[in-house]
């Protein structure tokens, strides 16, 4: 038997894990379901509607120890985030902005689809961005 450290951790962080080359086919189903292709656009149309300079590119992907996922724009830049619901506008990583970005999506896919699926992974990221370097700017985005 095996033992998830990122479990058993004295703190109870939640970990996120890049997810590999290999096993990025087998992803998107296994945390979207049949609504995979229809998941991943809301991602990418939500991070399109929040960062005018957002004009696509590459994600990672990551899994969480607690059984959530989300998705990233793969660069180093920081992105300038506006969300018109709330007011906030500010910069934070490509990390923080695909957290927002799937916080968004997978809120908006609970409605949409009215499959739990997407509410699990709502709360299962909010529990991870609640110990992420950039909390405050997250949170502000999201609320």
């Known amino acids: 038997m095996s033992v998830n450290h990122a479990l058993t951790d004295c703190d109870n962080k939640v970990q996120a894990t890049l997810v590999p080359m290999l096993r990025r086919m087998q992803i998107l189903p296994r945390y ?3 609504y995979m292709l229809v998941a991943e656009a809301i991602v990418y149309r939500s991070l399109e509607s929040l960062c005018q300079d957002y004009s696509g590119g590459y ?3 990551y899994e969480l120890s607690n059984g959530g996922f989300y998705m990233a724009p793969s660069t180093t830049h920081r992105l300038r985030l506006q969300c018109d619901g709330n007011g906030f506008d500010g910069e934070m ?5 695909g957290i927002v970005a799937c916080l968004f999506a997978f809120n ?3 409605w949409k689809t009215r499959d739990e699926r997407f ?9 991870f961005a609640s110990d992420h370097s950039e909390a405050c700017a997250i949170s502000a985005a999201i609320d």
């Open 59 to 61: 994600w990672d992907f």
């Open 93 to 97: 990583s490509a990390d923080a902005a």
């Open 32 to 34: 979207f379901g049949r």
């Open 108 to 110: 908006a896919l609970v």
């Open 119 to 127: 509410e699990r992974l709502y709360y299962c990221l909010r529990e």
